[in-house]
């Protein structure tokens, strides 16, 4: 792998990770204001969570699978039991504002992203070189999501998104549970090729599902783009067996192969938007059109800051994929050449911003390593959970 493309790949890892751990204390605060009140200004750098969330639904979120606890048959709790195994009081408490990541520390990782790091270091144990075919890396990382999943203690969160939940409903019914890879990889398959037939679970269509593939963009970064995005699409399938969400797998796969070979991330980023998913021509005009009213104000006054949360808010600060990925690209337009300055507007948008951000944080992070520009020292200093494991990773391949 070249220097360059070695040394983008390296940032776009820090990056995501920085991203999500500044978020992490005010991930899914849908009103951005609650952050400066609750925090004594916008943030600056990593902060532990408060006790008390002023948006949480923790308590209606399904224990048994995927979405509200309302939704479907009732099912045998998965937290507490599966995965998330001393986190079910948290789910089941009459406190309605239990904090999602409450008990983590600042600069620690969410579980997604802890997810992800995992994946990065089985795929470095199992494949340095990145010669290996992807069915045989898919079914070390598959069968290390397991071990890692359901060995309490392996992660300080509290919150599993739906994809993690469903996953392990279906994993935990089946006799014999799937454990070594060939097995939990043949699992998968047999689960995706039948949910793929049946109706859409739309909680799985999802920003989120771009932090697992993040790694293995990272990893076809040496290959060819069209490469790249198979192995990546590939992958997801597995994990979130939602046709719906593969066009934006792709486009976001795309986009970041292009940065981590030096291509103009603002120039990428048009290219995206343009694209049919997202709205076409007219969705990039739109979000040109806010980011030059945004421009109209100081880089580090509140006022632009609240342009972009206004942007955000309307493009979508929720998770569902368009809207997310498409604030995410707003973010990307406005500070291509920024990291610092767009992932502290990313966390201080609020919304779901932890996802977003991991996403957000590997492009700004290619596009810096790119330029042979590493990611200022005190973010990956600041980073707690994931630091030993990211310097580790960040050794020539």
């Not at 293995?216 to 597995?238: H, M, N, P, Y």
């Not at 100081?298 to 600060?317: F, N, P, V, W, Y």
Request: hydrophobic share 35%; proline share 4%.
């Amino acid at each position: 792998m070249g220097g360059n493309l070695h040394q983008a790949r390296k940032e776009a890892m820090w990056g995501m990770f920085v991203a999500d751990a500044l978020s992490m204390p005010v991930h899914w605060y849908y009103t951005p204001e609650d952050i400066k009140s609750g925090y004594g200004g916008w943030l600056t750098g990593y902060r532990a969570p408060n006790k008390r969330h002023p948006h949480c639904i923790l308590s209606l979120s399904s224990t048994g699978g995927s979405g509200r606890s309302g939704w479907g048959s009732k099912s045998k709790p998965l937290i507490g039991s599966v995965i998330l195994h001393d986190k079910l009081k948290y789910w089941t408490s009459a406190d309605t504002s239990t904090h999602y990541h409450q008990g983590m520390k600042a600069g620690e990782s969410t579980l997604n992203s802890m997810v992800a790091l995992q994946i990065l270091t089985t795929m470095h144990r199992v494949d340095p070189d990145c010669t290996h075919a992807d069915d045989t890396v898919r079914a070390a990382v598959l069968e290390d999501y397991v071990k890692f999943m359901t060995t309490p203690g392996s992660h300080n969160d509290t919150y599993a998104e739906s994809f993690h939940r469903a996953f392990f409903k279906d994993w935990a019914v089946t006799d014999p549970q799937p454990r070594s890879g060939a097995d939990v990889l043949k699992f998968a398959e047999d689960r995706s090729a039948k949910k793929m037939k049946g109706i859409e679970d739309h909680q799985l269509s999802v920003v989120g599902a771009l932090v697992p593939a993040l790694p293995w963009i990272l990893r076809s970064a040496g290959k060819s783009e069209d490469e790249c995005v198979k192995s990546t699409v590939d992958f997801v399938k597995l994990t979130h067996p939602v046709p719906s969400l593969f066009p934006y797998v792709e486009i976001y796969a795309r986009l970041l192969h292009r940065v981590l070979h030096g291509k103009d991330l603002r120039e990428e980023v048009k290219w995206a938007l343009e694209r049919k998913e997202l709205g076409g021509s007219d969705k990039y005009k739109m979000v040109h059109g806010l980011k030059e009213k945004a421009d109209g104000y100081r880089k580090d006054s509140e006022e632009r800051l609240r342009i972009h949360q206004q942007a955000t808010s309307m493009l979508g600060s929720a998770c569902y994929i368009e809207g997310a990925l498409s604030s995410l690209l707003y973010l990307a337009l406005n500070y291509a050449d920024d990291f610092d300055g767009g992932v502290l507007a990313n966390a201080n948008c609020g919304g779901e911003n932890c996802h977003r951000g991991s996403a957000l944080g590997a492009l700004l992070g290619a596009a810096r390593g790119a330029s042979g520009q590493p990611i200022t020292q005190k973010w990956k200093d600041g980073l707690t959970t994931a630091k030993e494991g990211l310097i580790h990773l960040s050794k020539p391949i």
